[in-house]
């Protein structure tokens, strides 16, 4: 049960956490601490921990893990 999830920057491809609650926020853009770039989390190739659908919001091109 995820308290934290994590999302892989479209730039560097590095995983980082951030809190779903923040995903689930409409127009908030994501920041990677490695490259310091700011997203919205629908340009993340990889989203771990986080059901889009449970929050209401679509992330298209995004393939995402459950756990
Ligand atoms: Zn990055």
């Not at 999302?7 to 956490?17: G, H, I, L, Y």
Request: charged share 20%; proline share 10%.
């Amino acid at each position: 049960m995820g308290l934290c999830a994590y999302v892989r920057c479209p730039k560097c491809q590095q995983d980082f956490v951030v809190s779903p609650s923040m995903l689930g926020v409409e127009g908030i853009e994501a920041h990677c601490p490695f490259c310091d770039v700011y997203f919205p989390p629908g340009e993340s190739p990889r989203i771990v921990g986080w059901s889009p659908e449970r929050s209401g919001i679509s992330v298209t091109g995004a393939l995402r893990d459950r756990n």
